[in-house]
């Protein structure tokens, strides 16, 4: 079956460490995306990449890092300078072009720091 | 900066009236504007788009109605169904550099 996953669902992190996300998708699709959402809030764009080797920050970028050495695997790095790291992350990916509006959205990774 | 808000939080409808919702945008440096619907505990499903030079697009028992004049964008539901019940996302694609933007997210309750 051809879909996105993310990888634990749920995560449980010390204050202090780093902590990366799995996300792969076997959809041949060049673009992936990284959201934090919130309870009760919209998606917030964390980092995005629209071709292997390349990626941009989107609008809260500071205290993660993305690679993207392979076209199915943008994993996301939650690292100790993240103040505020506990969140619902998603990953998505769509096909690269203006018209290809519909992004494939992975099912989800709780993060919590205890 | 850019901002893709909703007016409503929380829209309560009964079984089979007409829904509304509501987005207001800020940038218009987007060739479409999109809606996705989240269930509760999963990520986000496409629901519909429309592009920057239309102004209105019908799915199926959805519309999409955009107003570039003052930067608002609808979803309406027709005949709405309890399996309707999910929160409400409206999102713009940018066309320089394809970065997608999400508003807040507008709850949609379905009364039996």
């Known amino acids: 079956d051809g879909g996105i996953t993310q990888s634990p669902k749920y995560l449980f992190r010390k204050e202090g460490q780093n902590v990366t996300l799995s996300c792969e998708q076997n959809?041949?699709?060049?673009?992936m995306y990284w959201y934090r959402q919130d309870p009760g809030q919209g998606l917030r764009l964390i980092y995005y990449?629209?071709?292997?080797?390349?990626?941009q920050k989107g609008d809260i970028a500071e205290g993660y890092s993305v690679s993207r050495e392979k076209k199915e695997s943008f994993p996301l790095t939650v690292t100790s300078a993240q103040k505020n790291p506990t969140a619902f992350y998603l990953c998505?990916?769509?096909?690269?072009?203006?018209?290809?509006?519909?992004?494939?959205f992975g099912q989800g990774t709780r993060l919590t720091v205890v | 900066g850019e901002s893709v808000g909703l007016h409503l939080p929380t829209l309560s409808v009964q079984e089979g009236d007409n829904s509304i919702i509501n987005c207001a945008y800020s940038n218009s440096a987007s060739d479409y504007f999109i809606w996705y619907k989240q269930e509760s505990g999963k990520g986000p499903q496409f629901i519909i788009d429309?592009?920057?030079?239309?102004d209105k697009r019908q799915g199926q028992r959805v519309t999409v109605l955009l107003n570039k004049t003052v930067k608002h964008l609808s979803l309406q539901i027709a005949a709405t169904q309890p399996g309707d019940s999910a929160v409400y996302f409206c999102a713009e694609k940018w066309n320089q550099g394809g970065k997608l933007i999400f508003g807040q997210g507008t709850e949609l309750s379905v009364k039996p």
């Open positions: 959809l041949n699709h060049d673009a």
């Open positions: 998505a990916s769509s096909t690269q072009g203006p018209q290809d509006t519909e992004a494939f």
């Open positions: 429309i592009r920057s030079n239309m």
């Open positions: 990449s629209q071709i292997v080797n390349d990626f």
